[in-house]
């Protein structure tokens, strides 16, 4: 059976019921968290989530395409009890209740990471999570499109097939998506310039199509989507950025997110989470640029 595939999800279910609506950082524009579930409630979805996790096993042939079944607290404590153990004192006792980030946010960090890194088995969990948590499915699927530029079409298009099937189960039809075109945001010319004029001069000599793109599609389009808000985009930029250790591109993205209204304690948080979702070499990578955009920033 194909145990070794070691999911935190039902641990996270644990945690979200933890967390709470009282996770909000002062300041914090995202709408607010759904309110805090019982335990009544909680006991009812560890079994629920237990017994999928077993009917999931025993319908996985030896040949199937299907995702591996979620594994239980229980399965982890067969494979590896240390990593049981940090999960329910460290990450669930610790990291999600911490004030500096909302659910939401940190539903949106954790999605980002896991689309970035291509990490599916985690994502039928997350998705659901984050609709908890209070991200619109506009929202999740604007998510999936930007990522589509800034971790790779193949990445993207490997978490369509899991929302598809998330969003089928929840009854999410195509009226609460976004349109594929509209209206867009008003754009920051001054700002706009500025960028443009540093690309033309970096990348033109180099891949003038690449600036074309660049510009047209991403700044004069991608980012002018209003199914994201802004600081929202950025936050799925800068998580997918330190994700995957680009971190060349995270002084522009973080400087740019903080205009856009994410402040530095929610800035330093975000890397602790992604701390354990993309693993800490990624976190401490991203460090040095960080605290350089920290230090510059005005006072």
Same mark, same amino acid.
């Given at each position: 059976?194909?145990?070794?595939?070691?999911?935190?999800?039902?641990?996270?279910?644990?945690?979200?019921?933890?967390?709470?609506?009282?996770?909000?950082?002062?300041?914090?524009?995202?709408?607010?968290?759904?309110?805090?579930?019982?335990?009544?409630?909680?006991?009812?979805?560890? $079994?629920?989530?237990?017994?999928?996790?077993? /009917?999931?096993?025993? &319908?996985? %042939?030896?040949? =199937?395409?299907? #995702? !591996? @079944?979620?594994?239980?607290?229980?399965?982890?404590?067969?494979?590896?009890?240390?990593?049981?153990?940090?999960?329910?004192?460290?990450?669930?006792?610790?990291?999600?209740?911490?004030?500096?980030?909302?659910?939401?946010?940190?539903?949106?960090?954790?999605?980002?990471?896991?689309?970035?890194?291509?990490?599916?088995?985690?994502?039928?969990?997350?998705?659901?999570?984050?609709?908890?948590?209070?991200?619109?499915?506009?929202?999740?699927?604007?998510?999936?499109?930007?990522?589509?530029?800034?971790?790779?079409?193949?990445?993207? $298009?490997?978490?369509?097939?899991?929302?598809? /099937?998330?969003?089928? &189960?929840? %009854?999410?039809? =195509?009226?609460? #998506? !976004? @349109?594929?075109?509209?209206?867009?945001?008003?754009?920051?010319?001054?700002?706009?310039?500025?960028?443009?004029?540093?690309?033309?001069?970096?990348?033109?000599?180099?891949?003038?199509?690449?600036?074309?793109?660049?510009?047209?599609?991403?700044?004069?389009?991608?980012?002018?989507?209003?199914?994201?808000?802004?600081?929202?985009?950025?936050?799925?930029?800068?998580?997918?950025?330190?994700?995957?250790?680009?971190?060349?591109?995270?002084?522009?993205?973080?400087?740019?997110?903080?205009?856009?209204?994410?402040?530095?304690?929610?800035?330093?948080?975000?890397?602790?989470?992604?701390?354990?979702?993309?693993?800490?070499?990624?976190?401490?990578?991203?460090? !040095?640029?960080?605290?350089?955009?920290?230090?510059?920033?005005?006072?």
């Amino acid at each position: 059976m194909r145990r070794n595939f070691l999911v935190l999800a039902l641990a996270m279910a644990i945690s979200h019921v933890a967390c709470g609506a009282d996770n909000n950082t002062t300041g914090h524009t995202s709408p607010e968290p759904p309110p805090e579930v019982s335990s009544k409630q909680a006991d009812s979805m560890k $079994t629920r989530l237990a017994s999928q996790s077993s /009917d999931q096993v025993d &319908k996985l %042939g030896p040949s =199937s395409n299907a #995702l !591996p @079944p979620v594994p239980t607290l229980e399965d982890l404590r067969m494979v590896a009890p240390a990593l049981a153990r940090y999960t329910e004192g460290t990450l669930l006792g610790d990291l999600w209740k911490r004030p500096e980030l909302s659910p939401r946010d940190r539903s949106i960090i954790t999605v980002a990471a896991l689309i970035t890194r291509n990490q599916t088995i985690e994502m039928p969990y997350h998705f659901n999570l984050a609709l908890d948590n209070g991200v619109k499915p506009s929202e999740l699927s604007e998510i999936i499109t930007h990522l589509a530029f800034y971790s790779g079409w193949a990445n993207a $298009t490997s978490a369509v097939a899991v929302a598809k /099937d998330v969003f089928s &189960k929840r %009854g999410i039809g =195509s009226d609460q #998506l !976004p @349109p594929a075109s509209g209206e867009h945001l008003p754009i920051d010319e001054a700002a706009e310039a500025q960028r443009a004029a540093r690309v033309e001069q970096d990348v033109g000599p180099v891949a003038p199509g690449l600036v074309q793109y660049t510009s047209d599609l991403l700044f004069h389009d991608l980012w002018l989507r209003p199914a994201l808000a802004p600081r929202d985009r950025s936050l799925v930029t800068v998580s997918a950025l330190i994700a995957s250790g680009q971190v060349a591109q995270i002084t522009y993205h973080l400087n740019r997110a903080m205009d856009n209204g994410l402040t530095k304690a929610q800035a330093s948080e975000m890397l602790t989470q992604l701390a354990f979702y993309a693993g800490w070499p990624k976190a401490f990578s991203a460090i !040095p640029v960080v605290k350089d955009v920290f230090e510059k920033r005005p006072k």
